[in-house]
């Protein structure tokens, strides 16, 4: 087991506990519930239930409140928790390392990605990747952001990149890009390609946003009540393809983050243009379960991604910075 003192708050004499009952106590703390704590331990909920009552009494206390509602860590099981989350990130850093030393980087490594990047950003990734790492058995799921953070959360991902919030339980997160926002549309719209756009300006939009459970449709709305732009018709599609084809065919228009559109420069099936007088931006964050660290495949992955990313940023400051600063009004 992993020594620990025996009280989160004091520096007690030392005791011994074991690995599965640690481990218990973090399922619970971030499921909220013996029974969901005990499916992802593969275990019965009574010998979860057990665990923590073994720590508990070796600790001398109480690290739960237990109610009709489910399970809530007491500030002493809170602080606690976070403790038993770092020693055993730790443990399993030791373990990445050693193998790191050998030169194995084998293992799985599954990742949860949005459309945004699985566009443009993903395939030079990988070309680079894979040939770097052929032992490493690749799984990698698009989705939008619930839905990856619930996988992150249930283990069934090693990471995944979501638009920023404010954080949960059971989930470390860190800042991976910020990005500047592009207005999408087709050449019906008019648009002059890669001109500055202010919002304000333009004839109301008919606009295609992400549905109201999406982190991005919130900040969209935000700023467009916020910044005068009026809004014709609004269509909520949660689907990246579709709405990139029924754009690039019609009069309407998207907003989306320009690492998904820098392969359209210069295409003429899509209109890509900057938004300015605000600029509007979007952050992404890096998610992953706390009571895990990044294994070396993991780092080495994340590392390739953000210099594709970087790479995308300079591409596109190359040909926005190329062209006279004309400015739309349609």
């Not at 690290?63 to 602080?79: C, D």
């Not at 390392?97 to 990734?125: H, K, N």
């Not at 991976?176 to 019906?188: A, Q, V, W, Y």
């Not at 009026?230 to 983050?257: G, K, Q, Y």
Request: aromatic letters at 6%; glycine letters at 6%.
């Amino acid at each position: 087991g992993i020594k620990f003192s025996n009280s989160p708050s004091s520096g007690a004499s030392m005791t011994s506990i074991p690995l599965r009952q640690i481990r218990a106590v973090i399922a619970v703390c971030e499921e909220g519930s013996f029974t969901r704590a005990a499916m992802r331990e593969n275990a019965t909920q009574s010998g979860i239930s057990q665990h923590v009552a073994a720590v508990e009494r070796a600790l001398n206390v109480k690290l739960f409140e237990r109610t009709t509602g489910g399970v809530t860590p007491t500030p002493a099981g809170y602080r606690y928790y976070k403790s038993c989350v770092e020693a055993v990130g730790a443990l399993e850093h030791a373990a990445n390392e050693a193998r790191s030393f050998a030169g194995q980087v084998t293992g799985e490594l599954r990742i949860g990605l949005m459309p945004t990047f699985t566009r443009a950003v993903l395939a030079p990734v990988l070309d680079d990747f894979v040939p770097r790492c052929p032992e490493v058995r690749l799984h990698i799921v698009e989705g939008y952001s619930n839905l990856l953070t619930e996988m992150v959360r249930d283990g069934g991902l090693d990471f995944a990149v979501v638009p920023a919030f404010e954080g949960a339980i059971g989930l470390r997160s860190r800042l991976l890009l910020r990005d500047r926002e592009m207005l999408i549309s087709g050449p019906r719209r008019g648009f002059t390609p890669l001109a500055p756009l202010r919002l304000s300006e333009c004839k109301p939009l008919k606009i295609v946003v992400p549905g109201p459970d999406n982190i991005r449709r919130r900040n969209l709305e935000t700023y467009f009540h916020s910044h005068g732009v009026e809004i014709e018709a609004m269509l909520e599609m949660d689907a990246m393809i579709a709405t990139l084809e029924f754009v690039a065919r019609s009069d309407w228009a998207t907003i989306l983050p320009s690492v998904i559109s820098v392969n359209d420069i210069g295409r003429g099936a899509l209109t890509v243009n900057p938004i300015v007088d605000p600029e509007m931006h979007a952050e992404f964050v890096v998610i992953q379960p706390t009571r895990r660290t990044l294994s070396t495949q993991a780092r080495l992955f994340l590392e390739r991604f953000e210099q594709e990313v970087s790479h995308i940023h300079e591409v596109w400051d190359k040909a926005i910075n190329c062209l006279p600063q004309v400015r739309n009004i349609a």
